[in-house]
Each structure stands twice: as structure tokens, then as C-alpha cells.
T-cell receptor, first 117, second 112 residues
Framework: GAVVSQHPSRVICKSGTSVKIECRSL??????MFWYRQFPKKSLMLMAT?????????EQGVEKDKFLINHASLTLSTLTVTSAHPEDSSFYIC?????????????FGPGTRLTVT | AQSVTQLGSHVSVSEGALVLLRCNYS??????LFWYVQYPNQGLQLLLK??????LVKGINGFEAEFKKSETSFHLTKPSAHMSDAAEYFC??????????FGAGTTVTVRA
């Protein structure tokens, strides 16, 4: 149980284009979803927190107009990187917690490797 | 605000030897603590969690961790390392705001 999927697992896009990453909770309803960014050999940096039907809460320093987050349902959140630049290349990971989460446990997706050329 | 510090960015052990990964937390209220493992190009998998029940927590793959309030520690151990334990390990803490704060991570390599 508590499986989170991400799509795509890998994406290459050209500079200036936008790319959308999907995060789905497959077997539970996610009350909250989280988006992280991870640089090589670094820890996870929380970008934003989203709840279904409401605007995402962005962490300090994260550009909300560049990283658009939509949480349309209790099982789906999307992250759109707009006007991507090479410095946006990174590993993006989503996570979710649900009503059954104990102690705020989060269930993580497998990650999406974004490369901007 | 809560935080965790992982001591040692890299740990190298021989196969069959003890694995010890250190994590100290800072929190003004009783925390929830987690250890996650990450294999290359993958997401995070929960190894174990402390949620204020037993102080000695057993997890998957033979790992366990002990919550010591007096030392503000939550060190992860495994009695006998296996080659498949080579990965990145993250300690994380959460209090009342459902966010996780992660440590910097510890890379474990296992020598044959």
C-alpha cells in the first residue's frame, strides 16, 4: 500500500519550453502532497506543499511563477516548470501523506530527472 | 524550528560488519523521526520511524534505530552489512507542521 508514482521518470526539454511532471497516489487519497528538488549528492530541498483544491504554499526562495503546482484531486498533483533553463535541470521528487499516515510519514515517488538543454 | 544533523557524510564498512549511521535532532517538542534510504536515481524508501511508542524501533532490511531523548539522537544500526546496503541514507524529523526536515545524508559503501 501507499504507492506514489511519478511521470515521466526522465525528460529532456529545450531551454525556454515548459515541462509538466505528474505525481499520483495510486492506492490512497493524499491529503497533502509535497514537491522536492534534489541536486547531485545533496539532500532534498522542499519546494512547496499543496493541498487538494487550494493554492500551493511555496518555500522561501522558490519562484511560484516558475514552478506551477496544481493539486486538482486527492490523487494527483502536477508540477510545471515554465520557461525552463539549464539551471532547472535536477531530480524532482514528490511525496504525499494521507489520512492513514502516522506521525506525518510521507510516501515518496520514484523521482523525475529533468534535463534542460 | 526542528532540524537534524547527520554526522559523517560518508561511511565505508566491510561486508558483514556493523553499520552505524548517526543522527541528532533539534526540536522543542517531542518529534517524529524517520530514516529513509535512497538508491541511485530513485525516490526515498522508508526504513523505519519513531512516533513516540517504543524507543527501539525495528525497520526493514534488518535495520533498527534507538530514540534517546537525553542525547537527542536517533542513530541507525544494522549488525551485519550486505552489499545491497550501499545507498544514501537520510534522517528526517517532523513535529506539528507535517513537513519533513532532512539531514544532509550519509553515503554508505560496502567493501567486499
Amino acid at each position: 500500500g501507499a504507492v506514489v508514482s511519478q511521470h515521466p521518470s526522465r525528460v529532456i526539454c529545450k531551454s525556454g519550453t515548459s515541462v509538466k511532471i505528474e505525481c499520483r497516489s495510486l492506492d490512497f487519497q493524499a491529503t497533502t502532497m509535497f514537491w522536492y528538488r534534489q541536486f547531485p549528492k545533496k539532500s532534498l530541498m522542499l519546494m512547496a506543499t499543496s493541498n487538494e483544491g487550494s493554492k500551493a504554499t511555496y518555500e522561501q526562495g522558490v519562484e511560484k511563477d516558475k514552478f506551477l503546482i496544481n493539486h486538482a484531486s486527492l490523487t494527483l498533483s502536477t508540477l510545471t516548470v515554465t520557461s525552463a533553463h539549464p539551471e532547472d535541470s535536477s531530480f524532482y521528487i514528490c511525496s504525499a501523506n494521507g489520512l492513514a499516515s502516522v506521525g506525518y510519514e510521507q510516501y515518496f515517488g520514484p523521482g523525475t530527472r529533468l534535463t534542460v538543454t | 524550528a526542528q532540524s537534524v544533523t547527520q554526522l559523517g557524510s560518508h561511511v565505508s564498512v566491510s561486508e558483514g560488519a556493523l553499520v552505524l549511521l548517526r543522527c541528532n535532532y533539534s526540536s522543542s517538542v517531542p518529534p517524529y523521526l524517520f530514516w529513509y534510504v535512497q538508491y541511485p536515481n530513485q525516490g526515498l524508501q522508508l526504513l523505519l520511524k519513531y512516533t513516540s511508542a517504543a524507543t527501539l524501533v525495528k525497520g526493514i532490511n534488518g535495520f533498527e534505530a534507538e530514540f534517546k531523548k537525553s542525547e537527542t539522537s536517533f542513530h541507525l544500526t544494522k549488525p551485519s552489512a550486505h552489499m545491497s546496503d550501499a545507498a544514501e541514507y537520510f534522517c528526517a524529523v517532523s513535529v506539528n507542521d507535517y513537513k519533513l526536515s532532512f539531514g544532509a545524508g550519509t553515503t554508505v559503501t560496502v567493501r567486499a
